[in-house]
Structure formats: structure tokens, C-alpha cells
């Protein structure tokens, strides 16, 4: 599954249209750079619409090109003059986004030289959102985030719990008058409290080294990091449950939680590129939620109305997984 997963390769870019000219020749156009696969038309804006239709479209994660044709574009074309284009490009993935802008210019050439007028006939005008430098760090950080905060939560969190299973102190528990919430609490605040300083060093970090900002606003990245931490504590309260050793809890929670968070989150390996059943798998792993949402508040600066859906996915996956460790917990005597 993860062999067919891993890709770097961006196809089927999905775009949209705004055709203000509405000639011949625009739709000769368009019809020549959706005939292939490397771009997909997947919304056509009406002609008394604006640029920043595209800007949404693009925050809801929709489309991720925008093309613009200017009136003008046939007569310009006739008069032999060289008509522009825009393409406005999201490059909040920055290795897409530049794929994307290889692919703009490719087609642009091939597209003047079947014409026959030289490369002049026709001229680009890239416009290159939320990640204007194509820096990868912006794009990767985010991942970062994600991968260190899943790792020591959860390993953390079950490896305290099965500590005490090996050594026989679970069992002098079941003795005391300590309830399951208390023995909960006691055993996922630390990692809480760590999880929450290394991400504030590496938030930290990235400002002063790489000069990552956060856009949007502190608050929803506060909510947001919250809300995954809980499914991550519960995902590590769920594997204790099932593991009698640190070596075993810690192999199922790299299992967990590594290679999915790595592979399957969009973290590096773009999402819609993979076949569609690696996709709804997907959408087990909490990363995938975490990271859309992270990206959307540390470089598009939007907020919780963008990304509420992922929060709530979150709540649900720590919900279950919690629940489940807790009914498991109480098996072994603690109430």
C-alpha cells in the first residue's frame, strides 16, 4: 500500500476557469490544454466573477491553478500581437506548486509552436499565491509539527502505562481507591505538557532560522494543536491497552503512527496523486486532518471556518480511540 502511495509525481491538476473573452480562440485555447492529463477543469467562473473566486476555491483545498483569460485575447491574437495569460498557481505545497508552474510554461511552449508564430504569440503571467518564493520550508515545517507532536504523544503515553504492566505496579493500583479518570489523568498530562513545549520550540525555531510565520491567528492554532493531541493521547492510551511490553507498545505505536503520519498525511507525498483507495485510507490517520488544518492557519492565515471539518474528525478519532482504552484500562481492575 505505501509502494503505491509514495509519489512525487503531480498529475491531474485541478483547475479553474475564467474566460473574459468568450472568443474562438479562446476556446481553441482551452480546449488544447485540458485535452491531456496534466490538467483537469473542474470549475468554469462566470465572466462577471473575480480573481478572488479562485482565492476561495483554492482555500477550500478545490482547485490548484487558475486560469485567466483576458478580453482582448482573439483580437490580439489576429493583430499579431502577443495576448497575456494568468495563472494563478497555489503553492501552499511548494513541490506542487513548482510542478505546476513547470507544467504552465511546457504547455505554453508547445502551444506557441504549434500555432507557428515563435514563442511571442503568447505570453504567461504567473501569479504565485501563499508561497510566493516556493520555499520548501513553509511547506515542510507544518509536516514537522505533525510528525514530532503524533510521535511523543503517543509513544510517551502508552510506554508510561506498560512500564507499569512489566514491573507489577499496575496491580498494586487495583488495591488503591484510584479511579480510572485519575489514573488517566496522571499518566497523559506529562506527555501533554511535552508535546506542547517541543512545539513551541520548534515554532520558535522556525521563525528565527527559516523566518516561518504564523498568518493566521494564534488562537485557532492553539484549538487546533488541542484537538490533535487529544486523539493522540488517546491513540497512546489505546495502545497500552493492548500491549504487555514497552518493546511491543512501542513497535505498534511507530506502526501507528510514523510511517502513516510520514506517508499518508500529505506531509510530503501529495494526497490526490495516490490511487483512490490509499485515499480513504487516509482517512484514518489523524495527521491528515492536523496537517490541513495546520497549513491553512500557518500559511494561508485562515481560520477555524476553514477547517472546522478536521476538528471535528479529530474529536471523533480521539473520542473512539479513548474510549476504547478506557473500557480495556478497566479490564485490568482500575475503576
Known amino acids: 500500500m505505501f509502494g503505491y502511495a509514495i509519489s ?19 476556446r481553441i485555447f482551452l480546449s488544447r490544454m485540458f485535452s491531456g492529463d496534466t490538467f483537469r477543469l473542474v470549475s468554469h467562473l462566470e465572466v462577471d466573477l473575480d480573481q478572488d473566486s479562485f482565492e476561495r476555491l483554492m482555500q477550500e483545498e478545490w482547485i490548484a491553478l487558475g486560469v485567466v483569460i483576458p478580453r ?18 497555489d503553492a501552499a505545497n511548494s513541490n506542487t506548486g513548482a510542478a505546476i508552474l513547470g507544467y504552465v510554461d511546457s504547455f505554453v511552449r508547445a502551444y506557441n509552436a504549434q500555432t507557428g508564430s515563435g514563442q511571442a504569440l503568447m505570453e504567461i503571467r504567473p501569479k504565485i499565491l501563499y508561497n510566493p518564493e516556493l520555499r520548501s520550508s513553509l511547506f ?29 505496579t499496575l496491580e498494586q493500583l487495583m488495591t488503591t481507591p484510584l479511579s480510572a479518570p485519575e489514573y488517566i489523568l496522571g499518566k497523559i498530562v506529562p506527555p501533554f505538557l511535552l508535546s506542547i513545549g517541543e512545539t513551541f520550540l ?25 484537538f490533535f493531541l487529544f486523539a493522540c493521547l488517546g491513540l497512546g492510551l489505546f495502545v497500552s491497552s493492548l500491549a504487555d511490553s514497552q518493546q511491543v507498545a512501542f513497535m505498534v505505536a511507530i506502526i501507528l503512527t510514523f510511517l502513516p503520519s510520514y506517508i499518508l498525511s500529505g506531509f510530503v507525498f501529495p494526497l490526490r496523486n495516490m490511487p483512490w483507495i490509499v485515499q480513504r485510507i487516509s482517512y484514518l ?49 482500575i475503576r
Open 8 to 26: 512525487l509525481d503531480v498529475t491531474r491538476v485541478r483547475a479553474a476557469v475564467l474566460d473574459q473573452d468568450r472568443s474562438a480562440a479562446s
Open 140 to 168: 515542510l515545517i507544518p509536516g514537522l509539527i505533525s510528525m514530532l507532536l503524533i510521535v511523543t504523544a503517543v509513544i510517551s503515553t502508552s510506554l508510561s502505562i506498560v512500564r507499569e504492566k512489566e514491573s507489577g
Open 202 to 226: 520548534v515554532l520558535v525555531a522556525s521563525y528565527v532560522f527559516f523566518d516561518v510565520r504564523i498568518r493566521g491567528s494564534w488562537f485557532d492554532l492553539g484549538i487546533l494543536i488541542l
Open 72 to 89: 482582448g485575447f482573439e483580437r490580439e491574437s489576429l493583430r499579431g500581437e502577443s495576448p497575456e495569460v494568468q495563472f494563478l498557481i
Open 285 to 333: 490517520v489523524p495527521s491528515r486532518y492536523f496537517l490541513s488544518g495546520l497549513r491553512q492557519v500557518m500559511i494561508r492565515g485562515l481560520g477555524i471556518l476553514y477547517f472546522w471539518e478536521d476538528l471535528v474528525a479529530l474529536f471523533v478519532f480521539g473520542s473512539l480511540v479513548f474510549l476504547a482504552g478506557v473500557l480495556r484500562l478497566r479490564k485490568t481492575g
